[in-house]
Nanobody
Framework: QVQLVESGGGLVQAGGSLRLSCAAS????????MGWYRQAPGKQRELVAAITSFGSTNYADSAKGRFTISRDNAKKTAYLQMNSLEPEDTAVYYCNADIVRTTTPYVRRDYWGQGTQVTVSS
């Protein structure tokens, strides 16, 4: 089994910071892209940021300049440093990972964490 466990969410005032973590565990050969998504009430889930195994990053326009995604491959963990938070950032944040479980046979699929709530008060 593979699990993604997020942590670090909470309540913060506008202008504050939070750091989310996503730790992968289980039978894993390798992890390709890891990403953070968020879903606000009544809205669709959207990509916030993603990072490849080589460290290439991609950000939503709303996250550029405020959020930083990083990862520690040895720890199978991704991080999302969120600064200058705004009430509009309030959402459940989900971790996603593209994971290779075995190579013979080749088994690769997307996994999701359970989500962590981020609430930004004005």
């Amino acid at each position: 089994q593979v699990q993604l466990v997020e942590s670090g969410g909470g309540l913060v005032q506008a202008g504050g910071s939070l750091r989310l973590s996503c730790a992968a565990s289980g039978s894993i050969v390798s992890i390709n892209t890891m990403g953070w998504y968020r879903q606000a009430p009544g809205k669709q889930r959207e990509l916030v940021a993603a990072i490849t195994s080589f460290g290439s990053t991609n950000y939503a326009d709303s996250a550029k300049g405020r959020f930083t995604i990083s990862r520690d491959n040895a720890k199978k963990t991704a991080y999302l440093q969120m600064n200058s938070l705004e009430p509009e950032d309030t959402a459940v944040y989900y971790c996603n990972a593209d994971i290779v479980r075995t190579t013979t046979p080749y088994v690769r699929r997307d996994y999701w964490g359970q989500g962590t709530q981020v609430t930004v008060s004005s």
